[in-house]
């Protein structure tokens, strides 16, 4: 077993790099790629204060930021963090790994996971992962996930890390424009609520 992130152990070399890249051309050719801070912006108070967990390059936190929250963003590849610095300066952008998350803030009203996450953590750390963000949420805040449901981390082994967590489920959709659960969807966005 390893501590590493799968996103470290289970990706080719220049991963990184080549992610950075997809979603700056992805930027520059107009993409909409805004659809998950969309979701977030709407289910939470204007100028809230957000935790993007596993925030990538930084585009969800990105957005949240330019829409009046203040974002704390937290990934474990400095590649990543050093991206959304040179790209979306605003929030505060810090590499630590999500399973030993130990920041030096107030609570956040909302944290989010999206990008697929709960799959590229190390291999047993998902309710670790999942503890350590809860415990950086204030008491009625929530945890919004989203990952691919045809990876290797099942979607009962997700609700059972949820529970043991001590986190509460709320809702459960397909994607992030709310179109409804089904069990053969391929995706999954859960909303959860800190008691």
């Given at each position: 077993m390893t501590d590493r992130p799968r996103w470290f152990t289970d990706t080719k070399d220049g991963h990184s790099a080549w992610y950075v890249e997809r979603f700056r051309t992805m930027a520059a050719e107009g993409v909409d790629l805004a659809g998950e801070a969309r979701l977030i912006d709407a289910a939470i108070a204007p100028g809230s204060r957000i935790l993007d967990a596993g925030c990538g390059p930084g585009r969800v936190g990105a957005e949240l930021h330019a829409r009046g929250h203040t974002v704390v963003g937290v990934d474990a590849d400095p590649v990543l963090i050093a991206a959304a610095e040179e790209d979306h300066p605003g929030p505060r952008w810090v590499v630590a790994d999500l399973a030993t998350l130990?920041?030096?803030?107030?609570?956040?009203?909302?944290?989010?996971?999206?990008?697929?996450?709960?799959?590229?953590?190390?291999?047993?750390?998902?309710?670790?992962?999942?503890?350590?963000?809860?415990?950086?949420?204030?008491?009625?805040?929530?945890?919004?996930?989203?990952?691919?449901?045809?990876?290797?981390?099942?979607?009962?082994?997700?609700?059972?890390?949820?529970?043991?967590?001590?986190?509460?489920?709320?809702?459960?959709?397909?994607?992030?424009?709310?179109?409804?659960?089904?069990?053969?969807?391929?995706?999954?966005?859960?909303?959860?609520?800190?008691?």
């Open positions: 130990a920041l030096d803030e107030e609570p956040f009203d909302l944290a989010v996971m999206a990008g697929n996450v709960m799959v590229f953590v190390a291999p047993d750390s998902e309710q670790s992962v999942l503890s350590s963000v809860r415990a950086a949420v204030r008491p009625g805040g929530r945890v919004v996930v989203g990952f691919a449901t045809d990876r290797e981390y099942a979607l009962a082994d997700f609700d059972a890390d949820v529970a043991a967590a001590g986190l509460v489920h709320e809702q459960r959709f397909a994607t992030w424009d709310l179109v409804p659960w089904t069990e053969d969807a391929d995706f999954a966005v859960t909303f959860l609520r800190v008691p």
